[in-house]
């Protein structure tokens, strides 16, 4: 079983900074790593897919990183509507699995 | 545009047995894999189960293998989760999620369904 491992749990920021989230997995899974943000009540909704592409309607100033064990999402500068709860997924190997989600608050 | 409903959750009691569905609209349903991810109050994601297009091939998470079954029926668009000895770790809402097949990542997601196992 893949282990996804997300930090930090929480990420304090202000509106126009930048956010960096991490995603390390246990074993590799080369690229098959996406990245869902979840707002309360709602259902999640894919941001990120093969590590770096962005899903549709997803604006540039979120981008990913990353290949193997070690991956990122940024988003280069903090909207209000950005400041949610982010979970990355490997898709490389049964079972699949979620890491345990970081959020991102003002 | 794709769309999905789940509909069947609400309270049962331990060791009781729920069947929880899923209807699709807006796609070639039969083209598709499909998920179920569930979350627990308070806390993260957890991929449940999935069924390949053809209903094939089906993937449990540990937790659940050997007692919950999903399956679907391509000519209805509908998709299932049946669950028996059910526990109270299994509270969570159920989403059901649209796979980018033959990858196995959600682009569509469910609003999800409340299951409640108490007594």
């Known amino acids: 079983e893949t282990v996804m491992t997300q930090s930090p749990a929480t990420l304090s920021a202000s509106p126009g900074e930048r956010a960096t989230l991490s995603c390390r997995a246990s074993?590799?899974?080369?690229?098959?790593l996406a990245w869902y943000q979840q707002k309360p009540g709602q259902a999640p909704r894919l941001v990120m897919f093969a590590a770096s592409s962005r899903a549709t309607g997803v604006p540039d100033r979120f981008s990913g990183s990353g290949s193997g064990t070690e991956f990122t999402l940024t988003i280069s500068s903090l909207q209000s509507e950005d400041f949610e709860v982010y979970y990355c997924q490997q898709y490389n190997k049964w079972p699949l699995s979620f890491g345990g989600g970081t959020k991102v608050e003002i | 545009e794709v769309q999905l409903s789940e509909s069947g959750g609400g309270l049962i009691q331990p060791g009781g047995s729920l069947r929880v569905s899923c209807a699709a609209s807006?796609?070639?349903?039969?083209?598709?894999?499909m998920s179920w991810v569930r979350q627990a109050p308070g806390k993260g994601l957890e991929w449940v189960s999935t069924?390949?297009?053809?209903?094939?091939?089906?993937y449990y998470a540990d937790s659940v293998k050997g007692r919950f079954t999903i399956s679907r029926d391509n000519s209805k668009n509908i998709l299932s989760l049946q669950m028996d000895s059910l526990r109270a770790e299994d509270t969570a809402v159920y989403y059901c999620?649209?796979?980018?097949?033959?990858?196995?990542?959600?682009?569509?997601w469910g609003r999800g369904t409340t299951v409640t196992v108490s007594s």
């Open positions: 999620a649209k796979d980018i097949t033959p990858l196995h990542y959600m682009d569509v």
């Open positions: 074993q590799s899974v080369g690229r098959n």
């Open positions: 069924i390949n297009g053809g209903a094939g091939n089906t």
């Open positions: 807006g796609l070639s349903f039969g083209n598709y894999a």
